[in-house]
């Protein structure tokens, strides 16, 4: 393809793209299949690298990410950005509503939106591109992150239709929804960071990051409620809000207009019981005079405007009874107490647990076996105890005592200075943490050897046959055949019997086998050293390339890295620190483990599969498994372990279960054989 022909085609992909995302991200009612988009996507991607001077700042290949930001320009706001009157009453609507009536009279209209718990962030455009997104900051000026926002799906990186002032702001909330900020949670607890206490810090957290290609990977979403400035071609924030839509903005569908004080109690109240169904959180609802003559006429105070106010919802409450606690060791040997309480129904769920965070929280609401607490769920979607009802109190029962010695191997307990968790230090010894370190380590992120989940290394561990990762690559067939366990029925789960017969003892073996082959970012990632997670795995081995190199950095050293601090750098150093560790180490480069990261150059075959993903499932005639992954990553195709929306296809052989079929026909993810499979790649 010569230049000319690859502007066209860029020009052509693009706007499809652009009209894909807004469809799939924005109305939510996507016309291709996500395979088709991807397609679309890898060629775009692979012109613009064949063509580097026709790639457009605004093409939507940004939003895959790759700019890095060290540290973020503090730009000044073109308007301040100013907050909200808060209120908590319908009493305070009534005064605001009356202020407004003896201002400007009776014709007034409002406008009811929610109030979206997010980051706030203006974006300036210029001839319907993308220039800038800000942080709010201090209201004066904020942070640029326009890198990182770039990689958000739903904000148009370039406005559709026309009628958009040359240069104008729109402001709006960054939110991270509840399926994405699960997500991210559960995989900081596996990489031994701490969770998150709601998608606000969340939304908050993935903005800062330094590196846009991990932003793109959080899933952030963006509602937009207001244009600042005069020189709009509107006369109602209505109908600005209308047309931005019609840029390409995402709107709320739940902002109304109302005339009444009544309508906007109706608003009010249908959002604080609805909030709970919404996808992500809302605190709030806002309040805004629609017209923006009068917007105008009724202006600012210092802090916030005149025209417009916000009602906080509170937080749901209730009260129930402390039946006792626990404390639980994770694989960190963090203790985490966690409250058992008489059940409850609250904000929409039966709320049995909740956490007590630590020793300090505990001290501080000097709560109690026996107590009636409030519990609240907030922002936060775990329900956390925020006080005691002191005069429901009735006999004197005895404070609370943390614990001092782990619950699961008596070994005293420590904390370090400026932390807020106990921990166990018995890390060689203290059954749940070598049994999580375990889990942790066959992960599927990590070495992925599935074929010893689901309790399995629960058994190896009680017959004494491993105690750490190393152990598991002694494991042999006269070893394994004949365990069993029977584990015992709980509220959630039935009875199950585990028992290793032939086939699952020459799966085991076989899954050790094949993690020999997982690249070393993911075996670094395995050891389960303190905050080094998967991204922080991948940015050291792709810096210092071996093992070796990795040991022998220093403090400074390591702290170059991007992403990498003081706090990450000297746990790593701590870890290789221990002679234990090194053993283990060693015995796993004894067993052919990758300790060095193979250049890709040197395995890349061809492009044939670029931006393709593959699940291989079954026995193969002429491939083992690990081959035909081996094979897919060579042509540039990559390998996931379980179908979604997302794969490109399903790579089927013998005795695949019924299950993995059935998924991939309901998500349209074509199957093919081995035979097919080898077709594509001749062609
Ligand atoms: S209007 C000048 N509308 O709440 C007024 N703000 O407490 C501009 N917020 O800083 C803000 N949802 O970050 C507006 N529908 C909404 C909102 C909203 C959330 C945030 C925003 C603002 C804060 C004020």
Redesign the pocket.
């Known amino acids: 393809m010569d230049r000319i022909q690859a502007k066209k085609r860029i020009a052509v992909l693009s706007d499809e793209i652009r009209l894909h995302n807004h469809r799939y991200y924005v109305l939510s009612a996507p016309i291709v299949s996500d395979f088709e988009f991807d397609m679309l996507l890898e060629e775009l991607i692979r012109l613009e690298k064949a063509f580097p001077e026709l790639a457009e700042p605004d093409s939507p290949t940004q939003q895959v990410g790759g700019g890095i930001t060290k540290e973020f320009r503090q730009v000044q706001h073109k308007y301040p950005?100013?907050?909200?009157?808060?209120t908590y009453s319908e009493e305070d609507i009534r005064d605001f509503e009356e202020r407004i009536h003896k201002l400007i009279g009776d014709e007034v209209e409002y406008v009811c939106?929610?109030?979206?718990?997010?980051?706030?962030?203006g974006l300036t455009y210029r001839h319907g591109r993308l220039m800038q997104a800000v942080t709010?900051g201090d209201g004066v000026s904020g942070d640029d992150v326009t890198t990182n926002v770039k990689t958000i799906r739903s904000i148009p990186l370039k406005l559709h239709g026309n009628g958009f002032p040359e240069e104008f702001e729109i402001?709006?909330?960054l939110i991270l929804p509840h399926s994405s900020f699960k997500r991210m949670n559960e995989q900081r607890l596996a990489d031994g960071e701490e969770p998150f206490a709601n998608p606000r810090n969340a939304a908050s957290g993935s903005l800062k990051m330094q590196d846009s290609a991990e932003v793109s990977k959080r899933k952030l979403d963006g509602?937009f409620?207001?244009l600042?400035g005069n020189n709009l071609p509107f006369k109602t924030h209505y109908e600005c809000l209308i047309a931005a839509r019609s840029w390409g903005f995402k709107i709320?569908d739940y902002?109304v207009r109302c005339k009444t004080r009544e309508e906007i109690f109706d608003y009010l109240k249908t959002w604080d019981k609805a909030r709970y169904e919404l996808p992500f959180d809302?605190?709030?609802?806002?309040i805004?005079v629609n017209d923006l003559r009068q917007q105008e006429m009724l202006g600012?105070t210092a802090k916030?405007?005149r025209w417009?106010i916000?009602y906080k919802f509170k937080a749901e409450q209730v009260t129930t009874k402390l039946l006792s606690i626990d404390f639980q060791v994770g694989r960190t040997g963090a203790i985490t107490p966690v409250a058992n309480l008489q059940p409850v129904q609250l904000a929409g769920t039966v709320v049995k647990r909740a956490s007590l965070h630590n020793a300090d929280i505990i001290q501080a609401l000097d709560v109690r076996i026996g107590d009636l607490v409030y519990v609240e769920k907030g922002g936060e979607i775990i329900p956390k105890i925020i006080g005691v009802d002191l005069e429901k109190r009735m006999t004197d029962p005895l404070p609370i005592v943390f614990i001092s010695d782990c619950p699961e191997c008596g070994t005293p307990l420590n904390r370090s200075e400026g932390e807020s968790a106990w921990y166990c230090p018995n890390e060689d010894g203290c059954p749940p943490q070598i049994k999580g370190k375990l889990e942790h380590f066959i992960s599927r992120k990590a070495m992925n050897i599935d074929s010893l989940g689901e309790g399995k290394i629960e058994i190896l561990y009680d017959n004494g046959l491993v105690h750490n990762c190393a152990d598991l690559y002694d494991l042999t067939f006269d070893s394994l055949i004949g365990l069993e366990k029977t584990h015992e029925a709980t509220e959630d789960k039935k009875e199950k019997k585990i028992s290793f017969r032939e086939k699952t003892v020459a799966n085991i073996l076989n899954g050790i086998e094949s993690s020999k082959l997982v690249s070393f970012d993911r075996v670094l990632y395995a050891l389960g050293i303190r905050f080094v997670g998967e991204t922080v795995a991948k940015k050291l081995v792709s810096h210092f390339y071996s093992l070796e190199k990795l040991m022998q950095a220093d403090l400074l050293e390591l702290i170059e890295v991007e992403e990498i601090g003081e706090k990450i750098a000297r746990s790593i150093l701590s870890w290789f620190s221990s002679q234990k560790n090194i053993d283990i180490l060693r015995r796993l480069r004894s067993k052919g483990i990758q300790l060095t990261m193979i250049e890709q150059d040197n395995t890349r075959l061809s492009d044939k599969l670029a931006g393709l993903t593959f699940v291989v499932s079954g026995v193969f005639e002429n491939f083992s498994r690990d081959e035909l992954k081996r094979t897919i990553e060579a042509h540039g195709g990559k390998n996931i372990g379980s179908i979604s929306s997302k794969t490109s296809c399903l790579l089927a052989g013998d005795n695949m279960g019924p299950e993995k079929r059935r998924k991939a026909e309901k998500l349209n993810v074509p199957i093919l054989s081995e035979i097919d499979f080898l077709k594509m790649l001749q062609e």
């Not at 809302?282 to 806002?286: K, T």
């Open positions: 950005m100013l907050s909200l009157g808060n939106e929610l109030k979206f718990d997010g980051v706030a962030i709010r402001r709006g909330e509602f409620y207001y600042p709320s902002m809302i605190d709030g609802i806002v805004k600012y916030s405007p417009a916000s």
